[in-house]
DNA sequence: TCTGGGGTCCTAGGACCC
DNA sequence: TCTGGGGTCCTAGGACCC
């Protein structure tokens, strides 16, 4: 079948959806043959929880979200091995990841960093094991990570499918396509509600009450009564169950409508010039993300909260500010947002995050927002243009980039991350190395 | 000592208007 | 005791996702 063919075929739709294994494990065991077939953990950011556990890590009970301080030591008595999160990696893998999905289908929706939506319309259901199965082994083939693959007639089947593979993995090596409603319903009777894709724990609870416990029994309903006694989120979902597609990943607009930059601290922070420089530095990190997707702020938010685990003092505060004139400018980020900060702030308190949040995002063209006639520097506007960019540029590439005098200003905020592997794939200092 | 970060969508309810 | 009706817009917060 040619692309011309896939683009042009028979109405219906075919999902396919493709998902890394253990993604951040995987990446890790790609470039570290001790690590293959080991047990292994991967750490959330701060080395806060366990993310990702290699299948010999969950053979020996570890949870994945369990906290690393609670775990730890059972984990250092096994004998599992554990990294921190190497983002730069993970994120370079995603990268060739998509980019090998990308040939076979013109249309592929990255859903998150280790898994995407392929459309494959205008195969026949016949096909589509084979392709399946295609899909996973080219992908292993060429970049060494192992997927799942599910196919459906809707993106909610596609990611059931994708479920079932993991369950029975090693029956249907992988690959699950629903091609008929015999199978369909098979499997929707075997997959419980909370498994569902749209199905968290607080609806689950609520559904098994009225004697709803698998995914057939939800796709027995009218999907207009729910939505009449329940809400739209959930009608959709027995729709989509019952193969008539509503959500499409596709059609989500690319462009983020707000921009958030935040993480815990390494430690308890009292300090307001502490929390300065962590915020100066979040907003330059989100004026970053903000540039690149070509994007202007309106409003910038700050938030400021205490660790809710901890028997201390609690206070969590947030706020927002409407800017003059939509801004690009990281100075006018902090500007506001250390303002913001000072009102927000507390002596007393043990703070444990904060956070800023680029807010009601237009399309950055240039010249097309009213300047501002009481701040002078709006006339030195393209100028402070040229610096953003100038300075995005640098940081791009050098490892000790240009940052605002307030980001430099302390560094006890700093993230945790005792167990990072190397950057291979990104920095030419962490190459691995062969050896003859 | 130690519990991630970054998103989206939807809804209820308040403010405001005529 | 009783206190219009109907509409829009905005915001905070809930639920969910990975």
Request: charged share 25%.
């Amino acid at each position: 079948m040619t692309m011309s063919e896939v683009i042009t075929g028979k109405h219906e739709q075919v999902w396919a959806l493709v998902d890394a294994k253990s993604f951040y494990c995987s990446c890790e065991q790609l470039f570290d043959p001790t690590l293959v077939n080991k047990p292994l953990v991967v750490l959330s950011n701060n080395d806060g929880c366990c993310v990702a556990l290699s299948e010999q890590a969950k053979a020996l009970g570890i949870q994945r979200g369990a906290p690393w301080f609670k775990v730890e030591r059972d984990v250092r008595m096994k004998g599992i091995q554990v990294r921190s999160s190497n983002y730069n990696l993970y994120a370079d893998m995603s990268r060739r990841f998509i980019e090998e999905l990308s040939k076979f289908s013109p249309c592929v929706e990255q859903y998150s960093i280790d898994e995407a939506f392929v459309r494959l319309d205008g195969f026949k259901l016949e096909q589509l094991q084979d392709y399946g199965h295609e899909i996973k082994d080219t992908i292993y083939k060429n970049i060494g990570l192992p997927v799942r693959v599910g196919i459906g007639a809707t993106a909610t089947l596609a990611k059931l499918g994708n479920h079932a593979a993991k369950v029975y993995e090693r029956k249907v090596n992988g690959v699950i396509q629903i091609d008929s409603d015999y199978k369909r319903d098979w499997l929707l009777a075997r997959t419980d509600i909370q498994n569902i894709w749209g199905i968290g724990a607080k609806t689950a609870t609520k559904l098994r009450t009225l004697g709803i416990d698998n995914a057939l029994q939800l796709s027995q309903k009218s999907a207009p009564e729910m939505r009449r006694v329940w809400n739209v989120v959930l009608a959709r979902t027995i729709m989509e169950l019952q193969g008539v597609a509503c959500i499409a990943p596709g059609d989500i607009d690319e462009t983020r409508k707000q921009i958030l930059s935040s993480r815990s601290f390494g430690q308890g922070i009292t300090e307001f010039e502490e929390l300065k420089s962590a915020l100066a530095f979040h907003c330059q990190r989100a004026g970053e993300k903000l540039r690149k997707q070509g994007s202007q702020a309106n409003i910038v938010g700050v938030f400021l909260r205490t660790n809710r685990y901890k028997q201390l003092p609690q206070r969590n505060r947030s706020s927002a500010v409407a800017l003059m004139c939509p801004s690009q400018d990281n100075y006018k980020f902090i500007e506001s947002a250390l303002l913001q900060l000072k009102q927000l702030y507390k002596e007393g308190y043990e703070y444990q995050k904060v956070g800023v949040i680029l807010d009601e995002l237009t399309p950055a063209e240039n010249n097309s927002f009213q300047l501002d006639m009481f701040d002078t520097s709006a006339y030195d506007e393209a100028k402070r243009r040229d610096l953003m960019v100038i300075t995005d540029m640098m940081n791009a590439k050098f490892k000790n980039g240009i940052k605002p005098a307030s980001v430099i200003a302390t560094s006890n905020w700093h993230m945790k991350q005792a167990h990072r592997s190397n950057r291979w794939t990104t920095r030419l200092d962490e190459l691995p190395i062969a050896k003859c």
